[in-house]
């Protein structure tokens, strides 16, 4: 969370000085001087120019046919004050985004020496910790079902189809940790085996993926169908805890699809 409000805050301090850079140069073209409004009657406004000669403030009114000049006055106030907001914004977020890396609570376990880390329990577990932990935890190869062909993986594993294969590559190549048919246990007390665990490491949050390769077999789509809602029926909803891809004899397995869902549920904050 830390790093997407820093990554936040940067991406808006280049918008705030690329606005302010605009607000100068548009400053540099507009009139000098002030601009008062004064409502009269509350029917109608009057406009008058300020401008300040020593130490008097002088004031000329504007008549209706200086429409031009008083739109170029008002507008000039209002970027006047804009700028000022702006600079006040920037260095707010400037401030606040050097407090969160100079109080980041991961940091305080991590600048321990190695021997203070072996005995303290981290409240705040930094994420190399937290992947090793994950793995720990979550055992892949769980599905006892024998495999009629293999491909080894770029991680050196072997799965079930080379559709598989080509899902776990993209995982370990973008640095994503995953396991192989890992075991899930439903409401019902039975386990299904999911082709993939993933980990979203910037949440912290654990995703299963099942590739449905076959989904031009009517045997295999009904199949497919009812595994699905097994996990429905578990409470491990699409997008929440599930993720799905699908191919078929005429439904090719799609890099795209692929990038799409590694981007939008699984990316890795930089």
Do not use: C
Not at 79 to 89: G, H, P, Q
Not at 228 to 237: A, E, P, Q
């Amino acid at each position: 969370m830390q790093k997407k409000i820093i990554e936040w805050l940067s991406e808006e301090s280049k918008r705030i000085e690329k606005v302010q850079h605009a607000v100068e140069k548009d400053l540099r073209h507009l009139p000098k001087g002030g601009i008062e409004v004064n409502k009269v009657r509350n029917k109608y406004y009057q406009y008058y120019l300020v401008v300040k000669e020593s130490e008097k403030t002088k004031r000329i009114y504007l008549s209706k046919k200086k429409h031009t000049v008083i739109a170029d006055l008002i507008q000039r106030a209002y970027e006047e004050r804009l700028l000022r907001v702006l600079n006040r914004r920037n260095k707010a977020m400037v401030k606040l985004k050097k407090e969160l890396i100079d109080t980041d609570p991961y940091s305080v376990f991590q600048n321990e020496t190695e021997g203070r880390k072996a005995y303290i329990r981290p409240m705040f577990v930094p994420e190399s910790q937290y992947i090793e932990n994950w793995y720990k935890e979550m055992s892949g190869n769980q599905n006892t079902f024998p495999m009629e062909y293999t491909y080894a993986t770029l991680k050196g594993e072997k799965v079930r189809s080379k559709s598989e294969k080509m899902i776990a590559d993209n995982y370990y190549l973008k640095g994503i940790p995953y396991v192989y048919e890992p075991s899930l246990k439903l409401k019902d007390g039975r386990n299904l085996y999911p082709d993939f665990a993933v980990l979203n490491v910037s949440d912290r949050k654990t995703y299963y993926h099942e590739h449905f390769g076959m989904m031009d077999d009517p045997a295999y789509r009904a199949a497919a169908v009812e595994k699905m809602r097994d996990y429905n029926k578990s409470g491990f909803w699409l997008g929440e805890v599930m993720l799905y891809t699908f191919e078929g004899r005429d439904i090719p397995f799609e890099q795209e699809e692929m990038d799409r869902i590694i981007e939008h549920f699984l990316a890795k904050e930089t």
